[in-house]
């Protein structure tokens, strides 16, 4: 069984956003049973937590006795164990892992980037940097929607590319018009968002933070 850290509790804008989210969905595409341990703000600096995530971020997971942290290691550790997610021949694996790297280092930091903003509102230096932190979220948005194409997927089959790369555009949830302007990525991310692990995966979140 595997065991995941998650907030008791978050901001409503945080909802649907934590990082478990994506292992929770890992999970429900490669039919692994999972349970959550929920901890709270303060738990997050204890001792106990910080064994299993040295910054003391969400999530952390244990798996058969080996303890993990960063979202795309456990993502990529859940996806050896299926080829739903991961497919078994070494041109499409070695894509998928690709795909997934790109979108935590070259996606999500130009994402990332600008979202950062939300939390700087009214500084002084905020309304220089904003244009060149959207410039870069186009640019990167624009080469992905090209690399995508007409295709359904990032590949030949959802993997664990795709996963990640969604839960990267998720966060422009609230700035719809960066997928606005390019529509064959606000279909792709729609698609991914449509698959039932996906729903399955964000109502278990959710239900999570209503557990008193």
């Given at each position: ?46 001792a106990?937590?910080?064994a ?23 993502v ?38 600008y979202?950062?903003?939300?939390f ?9 940097r ?12 624009k ?9 359904d ?11 990640m790369?969604?839960?990267v555009?998720?966060i ?15 279909a ?19 239900d ?5």
């Open positions: 069984m595997i065991t995941l850290s998650a907030f008791k509790w978050v901001p409503d804008f945080a909802r649907g956003q934590v990082r478990d989210l994506r292992v929770r969905w890992a999970c429900e595409e490669a039919g692994l049973p999972y349970k959550t341990w929920r901890i709270g703000f303060d738990d997050k600096e204890t106990a937590y910080r299993w995530q040295p910054f003391g971020q969400v999530p952390a997971m244990e798996a058969d006795g080996i303890v993990m942290f960063e979202s795309g290691a456990m990529l550790q859940i996806g050896e164990r299926s080829e739903v997610l991961l497919p078994g021949d070494p041109k499409g694996r070695a894509r998928a892992i690709s795909w997934l790297f790109c979108a935590l280092n070259t996606i999500e930091v130009a994402v990332q980037g979202g950062d903003l939300f700087h509102k009214g500084e002084d230096w905020v309304a220089a904003r244009p060149q932190l959207v410039e870069n979220v186009q640019k990167r948005l080469q992905l929607a090209t690399a995508l194409g007409d295709k997927y990032l590949e030949e089959q959802f993997t664990v590319g795709d996963l790369m969604a839960t555009l998720r422009l949830n609230d700035d719809p018009e960066f997928l606005d302007a390019e529509p064959a990525l606000k792709y991310k729609a698609r991914c968002e449509a698959r039932p692990a996906f729903q399955k995966a964000l109502k278990a979140q959710l999570d933070f209503e557990v008193r």
